[in-house]
């Protein structure tokens, strides 16, 4: 969904790529970053937080009408339903990101 939205062309893509394999381990609580992912990524958990809390913000607030065909793809099983994962609250991710 970032593709569409001029404020993450900016973006290093390692960084945006790196920011919701973040969110992604958050959202489904399969732990943080781990120093692996630090050493192969090359971004600290740190280095990530304000991205992770904007992708979760575009999650939240993005509007319905847009992408339809890209969210009914990945509403299917084969691609594990990913579209249809709720958001996190903000204020929750907000919690664990301080815990990282």
């Not at 399969?30 to 979760?56: A, F, I, M």
């Not at 999650?59 to 319905?64: E, F, S, V």
Request: hydrophobic share 35%; glycine share 4%; with cysteine.
């Amino acid at each position: 969904i970032t593709l569409q939205e001029y404020d993450y062309a900016r973006e290093s893509p390692s960084k945006l790529a790196a920011s919701c394999l973040l969110l992604a381990l958050t959202m489904k609580n399969l732990g943080g970053w781990t120093p692996t992912l630090e050493y192969y990524s090359g971004y600290c958990s740190q280095d990530l937080h304000p991205l992770v809390k904007k992708l979760n913000f575009l999650l939240t607030y993005q509007p319905h009408d847009k992408l339809k065909t890209v969210r009914t793809k990945y509403s299917h099983r084969d691609f594990f339903e990913v579209a249809k994962v709720k958001p996190m609250d903000m204020l929750k991710l907000e919690e664990i990101l301080k815990s990282c």
